[in-house]
């Protein structure tokens, strides 16, 4: 008969004592990091001792880009005592010790953290495992192609500004283009049996000025004509709903209009106003608060009064992609799309591949849905 009462527990765990189980909750850095090097045990009778000493070094390296990735997002480290997780970890080494790229460390980092961000998300978590299993086999053009298809079907800017949208985008895509954009069938063909793309050969991309203008019609629908009875009419509803006035501003692709400063109808939810208090220490306090449902009816209402004239919309199109060509990393991006030479499917492993990829160009992007 087991009786023992004495609790034992590493650098701070909580000890929890049931009768006679003893459960160690809590993964600081440091055991995390042990178990780290408990998995890595299970690969070294994988190598020649030639072998080893390459293996070693580079697991080593992706330990050094993983644990303070895992250590920023609040209880990551957790991760570290679940078994799958543990299995996962096991099949990142191997694939960051058979490969010479360094940057596929840090992918396989962003990996592993969105295994834990996704953990409950069972279709989630097969889209991350297969994408770690080919990390090390997809090319540099490839991967960099992946990520540009991915972003541009995934990453929309939320100001209703057109100008600070367009820059929006141009900084992203700047930080994107890190090496020589894919050209030809190959590489389409490459992501295709790694299935991180389902090609479509009977179908085509929509080309850049046809698609951003869709995703964006907030940017280059007509609006409200100025000095007219629907410009009366958006105002009372403005003032009726206590929104301000200035979220009417002057169309920057046609001036002879108004219109709502967002970038679609769709995407009221994400629009906020800022009111402004004084504290009591005489300093100015700015209050950000969400539309009330209300308020969402009346914007829509406003929307409703814009001038539906395809002519001018057409004209506002023109002048949207004229601006966008203005952008150097925007004309690139534009020049690239509509050369791609077959239409495709992101599939969940190569959405999972590409953000990770997205994310390790830029840290400010948002997580994967």
Not at 26 to 50: F, H, P, T, V
Not at 68 to 97: C, I, R, Y
Not at 276 to 293: A, P, T
Request: proline share 3%; aromatic share 6%; with cysteine.
């Amino acid at each position: 008969m087991i009786n023992s009462q004495n609790q034992t527990g590493g650098d701070s765990s909580t000890n929890i004592q049931a009768q006679n189980m003893v459960v160690h909750v809590g993964i600081d850095e440091k055991r995390a990091r042990e178990i780290y090097q408990e998995m890595n045990l299970q690969l070294r009778s994988d190598y020649s001792q030639e072998a080893l000493n390459v293996a070693n070094s580079r697991v080593i390296e992706f330990e050094s880009r993983l644990m303070p990735k895992m250590a920023q997002v609040e209880g990551a480290l957790e991760a570290f005592a679940d078994p799958s997780f543990q299995l996962l970890l096991v099949e990142a080494q191997k694939t960051a010790a058979s490969t010479e790229r360094p940057a596929d460390y840090d992918l396989l980092s962003e990996l592993l953290v969105h295994r834990f961000q996704k953990g409950n998300n069972r279709i989630s978590r097969a889209g991350i495992s297969l994408a770690v299993e080919i990390v090390d086999k997809v090319s540099d053009e490839a991967l960099l192609g992946l990520t540009l298809i991915h972003a541009v079907n995934t990453f929309m800017p939320t100001s209703g500004d057109i100008h600070e949208g367009l820059n929006v985008l141009n900084d992203l895509f700047g930080k994107l283009f890190y090496g020589e954009l894919p050209i030809g069938h190959d590489w389409l063909d490459h992501l295709d049996i790694l299935t991180a793309i389902r090609l479509n050969q009977f179908g085509s991309l929509k080309k850049i000025k046809q698609y951003y203008p869709e995703s964006l019609p907030g940017y280059v629908d007509v609006g409200i004509k100025k000095d007219s009875d629907d410009y009366d009419k958006a105002v009372e509803i403005l003032k009726k709903n206590a929104l301000p006035i200035n979220i009417l501003v002057e169309h920057a692709l046609n001036n002879n209009f108004l219109r709502l400063s967002i970038r679609s109808i769709n995407s009221i939810d994400e629009v906020t106003l800022t009111n402004i208090h004084i504290g009591n220490d005489g300093n100015l306090i700015h209050v950000q608060s969400k539309l009330s449902e209300e308020q969402k009816r009346a914007i829509n209402s406003i929307y409703e009064l814009y001038v539906i004239d395809d002519n001018i919309r057409q004209n506002n199109i023109s002048i949207l992609m004229a601006e966008w060509d203005k952008r150097p990393s925007l004309q690139t991006l534009g020049e690239w799309w509509d050369n791609i030479v077959s239409g495709c499917t992101v599939t969940s492993v190569g959405k999972v591949l590409a953000h990770s990829n997205a994310q390790r160009c830029d840290k400010n992007l948002p997580p994967l849905d």
